[in-house]
């Protein structure tokens, strides 16, 4: 008997794994930072080991990745190095499971793969074999620890929305032209807050008036000319990276900016969006006011080109486009009699789709083109109904005056600690303090005059915008109204379409009269730039017409 016996303690020593690899993980940046937990697994496997004369080959760490995936860097790592042949160990020693995975079908799957290349997962906390009892085993492990992941991930979240309707910031960095404070303190934890950057939030109000205004030599911009426009000026990301389609676009969608920071908005795995029911909405204090920011998201809409057909910007017709049936809503497009001598606007639907769909409608085209422009030019353009449309803006003006008093304060605060500080580097040299040659004592010079130069051009944009050629008076709309009046009705088709496309929104054809709808940005805009035409085609708000009043 003490045959059979003695071959099997052999053969079992033959297959013990004599090389092994640790693989050690967290799944927290804060467990990570405490340095903790890691040197404990260490700790514990290095014994583990030594207790069985096992020899550590190779260590493998990913701190502060979650295990509910496979997607970290130093498992793959060892993945590739066990399955790539003639692997440096035998096996992979984890604390439990869990460390190595928290998916169960992503563990049974890599368990599997490394036996086929024989290496073993052997868990420290939850020793098991290879028998059909122990796989069983380590499988109900897997799906507990699962459930267990989406349970506290479960409570997490729950407990971070709440964390959020209070108002307070739950973490990861805050978005371009805020910054993280201290709100108060509970117990050992401080809560946080979004405040405005002093400096950053001056080049979000660039960019969003470069969206709506331009930079006074030229209308509106779209989002690629004004990342151009902040490259070519020196205008750089937090990271001090250029500004690209992307992110520029990110900033100018994101509600952070009116005061609505919404936190859950997507599934962080798959990035899909979730029900606004689930969203968040916490208040912050706004760098743009909501009236403006929902005139550049119309803007955006207006210019995205799948919402204008390329016909109804290059087109012969004056108002292609434009005009729209008020029975159905569908667009107004040239018809011509048997000989082509007679030219008319009909609804498109009717002719499309049969009267079934809508009775429709025509006019000579002549006569609408004429009755159109004459009316913007005689009712609408005129100095003292465009002043009148201004009222509201002009009285805003004045109640901005206190909000850019506040600005520049703050401001002068930021380039007056950038300049205390740099004041203090250079005493610092001038006593001997610090050695002049000290390659990091340059870098955080530069870096400091970086801060004051960027503070500065700051301060002297705000200090700017208070300047009287930035605000609108009554001489400029007289001037501008002029130069509108003469763009509406004189000059080539193609040039007076693409005028009006800027002025107005559309023209609503009924069988009694003809209504023309427009919005007063649009006024503001062409009266801050003299009357020229903005770029861009506006979107179909219609505002002019709130009470059926005016416009008719």
Avoid at 55 to 71: H, I, P, Q, R, Y
Avoid at 416 to 440: F, H, V, W
Avoid at 517 to 543: C, D, I, N, Y
Wanted: a positive charge; one cysteine or more.
């Amino acid at each position: 008997m003490a045959g059979p016996l003695t071959a099997t303690v052999a053969g079992a020593e033959k297959e013990a794994p004599q090389r092994v690899a640790l693989y050690m993980r967290v799944s927290t940046g804060r467990q990570a930072e405490s340095d903790l937990s890691i040197p404990d697994q260490r700790h514990q496997a290095v014994a583990f080991c030594k207790a069985r004369g096992w020899n550590v080959v190779a260590e493998f760490v990913d701190a502060g990745l979650s295990g509910t995936d496979d997607k970290r860097p130093e498992l793959q790592r060892l993945l590739d190095i066990a399955t790539g042949g003639g692997a440096p160990f035998d096996a992979v020693v984890v604390h439990s499971f869990s460390r190595f995975a928290r998916d169960h079908f992503a563990l049974e799957y890599h368990v599997r793969k490394l036996r086929k290349h024989n290496v073993r997962l052997v868990s420290i906390t939850q020793d098991l074999g290879d028998d059909p009892m122990s796989v069983m085993v380590r499988q109900v492990f897997a799906l507990f620890d699962e459930y267990q992941s989406k349970e506290n991930a479960k409570h997490v979240l729950r407990a971070m929305k709440e964390n959020a309707r209070q108002g307070f910031w739950n973490g990861a960095a805050a978005p371009y032209g805020y910054a993280i404070v201290a709100a108060e303190q509970r117990g050992a934890k401080t809560k946080k807050k979004l405040a405005i950057d002093p400096v950053e939030s001056e080049a979000v109000r660039l960019i969003f008036k470069l969206i709506r205004e331009g930079d006074g030599t030229s209308g509106p911009m779209g989002v690629k000319a004004v990342a151009t426009w902040l490259n070519d000026h020196g205008y750089r990301t937090r990271r001090g990276a250029r500004w690209g389609i992307g992110p520029l676009h990110k900033l100018i969608t994101c509600t952070t900016y009116k005061g609505e920071h919404r936190f859950n908005t997507k599934v962080w795995k798959t990035r899909e969006a979730k029900p606004e029911s689930e969203q968040v909405v916490v208040p912050v204090d706004p760098i743009i006011d909501a009236k403006t920011f929902d005139a550049v998201q119309a803007q955006l809409k207006a210019r995205n080109p799948k919402s204008t057909a390329p016909r109804t910007v290059t087109g012969p017709i004056l108002l292609t486009g434009l005009a729209t049936c008020a029975s159905c809503g569908g667009g107004m497009t040239l018809r011509t009699g048997k000989s082509g001598r007679y030219r008319y606007y009909a609804c498109a639907t009717c002719a499309q789709k049969g009267k079934s769909a809508c009775k429709g409608r025509a006019i000579p085209m002549d006569k609408l083109d004429t009755v159109v422009t004459d009316r913007i030019a005689d009712q609408l353009l005129t100095p003292r109904h465009v002043e009148k449309l201004l009222t509201g803006l002009m009285e805003r003006q004045t109640a901005r005056d206190e909000d850019h008093a506040q600005r520049l304060r703050a401001l002068k605060d930021k380039l007056n600690d950038a300049e205390e500080r740099l004041k203090r580097l250079y005493q610092a040299i001038e006593s001997g303090i610090a050695d002049p040659g000290d390659p990091t004592l340059k870098d955080r010079i530069a870096a400091v005059k970086t801060e004051r130069d960027i503070a500065q051009i700051a301060h002297d944009r705000a200090v700017a915008e208070l300047r009287p050629d930035a605000r609108i008076t009554e001489d400029k709309i007289e001037t501008a109204v002029a130069v509108m009046r003469a763009n509406v009705l004189d000059g080539a088709i193609p040039f007076r379409r693409s005028y009006l496309r800027a002025l107005i929104d559309n023209v609503e054809v009924d069988d009694t009269e003809i209504r023309i709808h427009g919005r007063t940005s649009v006024l503001e805009r062409l009266v801050m730039g003299k009357g020229m035409a903005p770029a861009g085609v506006p979107s179909f708000v219609r505002k002019w017409r709130a009470r059926k009043d005016s416009n008719l």
